[in-house]
């Protein structure tokens, strides 16, 4: 099983970009886990690949990495209508479809790390655009520790 890796953000072309590190040789075999809204995660889902696979702010800079045919990325919804996710009971089922394709991906590839990205405490999920509640953010990193067991 690969191992979970977080990672914190500092600026662009270094580590902890994703979109520079997508593109480096030493990180091919790796899965970047990026924090997506939840109409972009569910045009992906459906198949509508044209809106599902469109390059996103932040994090979501490798979304279309999910659309290659041994995906390097894949997304968790953290937020819609451009606000974030504030109630876990509401909002655990897109999350699980989430957290299930993510497991799904790295029981059939050979991922050697999965990434994702994190707060300054460098556990918690990081967000950026969205303004998620903490337990919804446990929640889903409690979840990608689960899925790389």
Same mark, same amino acid.
């Not at 091919?28 to 459906?46: C, G, P, R, T, V």
């Not at 089922?93 to 050979?110: C, P």
């Given at each position: 099983?690969?191992?979970? +890796?977080?990672?914190?953000?500092?600026?662009?072309?270094?580590?902890?970009?994703?979109?520079?590190?997508?593109?480096?040789?030493?990180?091919?075999?790796?899965?970047?886990?990026?924090?997506?809204?939840?109409?972009?995660?569910?045009?992906?889902?459906?198949?509508?690949?044209?809106?599902?696979?469109?390059?996103?702010?932040?994090?979501?800079?490798?979304?279309?990495?999910?659309?290659?045919?041994?995906?390097?990325?894949?997304?968790?919804?953290?937020?819609?209508?451009?606000?974030?996710?504030?109630?876990?009971?509401?909002?655990?089922?897109?999350?699980?479809?989430?957290?299930?394709? +993510?497991?799904?991906?790295?029981?059939?590839?050979?991922?050697?790390?999965?990434?994702?990205?994190?707060?300054?405490?460098?556990?918690?999920?990081?967000?950026? *655009?969205?303004?998620?509640?903490?337990? *919804?953010?446990?929640?889903?990193?409690?979840?990608?520790?689960?899925?790389?067991?």
């Amino acid at each position: 099983m690969p191992q979970l +890796i977080p990672v914190r953000f500092s600026q662009k072309g270094q580590y902890g970009d994703f979109d520079w590190m997508s593109r480096q040789c030493r990180y091919k075999k790796s899965l970047f886990i990026f924090n997506d809204n939840e109409e972009q995660f569910l045009a992906f889902q459906s198949g509508r690949w044209k809106r599902g696979c469109i390059k996103g702010g932040g994090n979501a800079v490798v979304r279309p990495c999910q659309c290659i045919p041994v995906p390097r990325s894949a997304g968790v919804p953290t937020g819609k209508c451009r606000v974030g996710y504030n109630d876990l009971a509401e909002d655990r089922h897109q999350i699980n479809r989430a957290l299930f394709h +993510i497991r799904s991906l790295i029981e059939k590839h050979n991922y050697d790390a999965v990434f994702y990205s994190a707060a300054e405490d460098g556990r918690t999920l990081g967000n950026s *655009i969205f303004n998620v509640s903490p337990d *919804i953010k446990e929640y889903i990193v409690q979840g990608l520790e689960n899925a790389v067991k």
